[in-house]
Antibody, heavy 118, light 109 residues
Framework: QVQLQESGPGLVKPSETLSLTCNVSGGSISGYDWTWIRQPPGKGLESIAHISYIGSTNYSPSLRSRVAISLDRTKYQLSLKLSSVTAADTAVYYC????????????WGQGTLVTVSS | SYVLTQSPSVSVAPGQTARITCGGNNIGTKSVHWYQQKPGQAPVLVVHDDSARPSGIPERFSGSNSGNTATLTISRVEAGDEADYYCQVWDTSSDHPVVFGGGAKLTVL
């Protein structure tokens, strides 16, 4: 059974860089697309970054200048970096796998809450 | 970019049928996926590719997609179905291809 586990600091100061990792276990990391989703408190889901199985990336237009996604196949890790954070970046951050073909998100991590505050 | 529109709330009595819609321009030409999210939990895929159910999802959950509207139908609604439901598509014409609807809160009366 594929399992995804996010990790990172729960608290980040304004203007700093948020760094998260997602450990993948129970299945291959290669051959799949991966994505980071975030959900501000009380709000809906927002996909913020995507990386394809060949390493091409896409980002939410509103975050493109501040966000980066990467994949380390040797460590079975997906990573997210978001720079110059503000309180508006406070959210639960999820990593998820995209099913090959029609791109449903078939496996999700449990999510990690990141609060931006001084 | 592609926009998915969901009515924010749906209410239904136990045992009745709930229908949650997701509107988008020619959405019938895309594969639509649905997620259930209960408070404090990660979303769970309940319907993929318009109408297919992942293993472990009850047959009470079904989907359809045509024209400009996709629909998630939950038959014989139970109290445990109360949750937020999100539709999602993959749109290669958007800057970012993973597109979610705004979500709909299902309340079981």
């Amino acid at each position: 059974q594929v399992q995804l586990q996010e990790s990172g600091p729960g608290l980040v100061k304004p203007s700093e860089t948020l760094s998260l990792t997602c450990n993948v276990s129970g299945g291959s990391i290669s051959g799949y697309d991966w994505t980071w989703i975030r959900q501000p408190p009380g709000k809906g889901l927002e996909s913020i970054a995507h990386i394809s199985y060949i390493g091409s990336t896409n980002y939410s237009p509103s975050l493109r200048s501040r966000v980066a996604i990467s994949l380390d196949r040797t460590k079975y890790q997906l990573s997210l970096k978001l720079s110059s954070v503000t309180a508006a970046d406070t959210a639960v951050y999820y990593c998820a796998r995209l099913e090959y073909g029609h791109y449903s998100l078939d496996y999700w991590g449990q999510g990690t809450l990141v609060t931006v505050s001084s | 970019s592609y926009v998915l529109t969901q009515s924010p709330s749906v209410s239904v009595a136990p045992g009745q049928t709930a229908r949650i819609t997701c509107g988008g321009n020619n959405i019938g030409t895309k594969s639509v996926h649905w997620y259930q999210q209960k408070p404090g939990q990660a979303p769970v895929l309940v319907v993929h590719d318009d109408s297919a159910r992942p293993s472990g999802i009850p047959e009470r959950f079904s989907g359809s997609n045509s024209g400009n509207t996709a629909t998630l139908t939950i038959s014989r609604v139970e109290a445990g179905d109360e949750a937020d439901y999100y539709c999602q598509v993959w749109d290669t014409s958007s800057d970012h291809p993973v597109v979610f609807g705004g979500g709909a809160k299902l309340t079981v009366l």
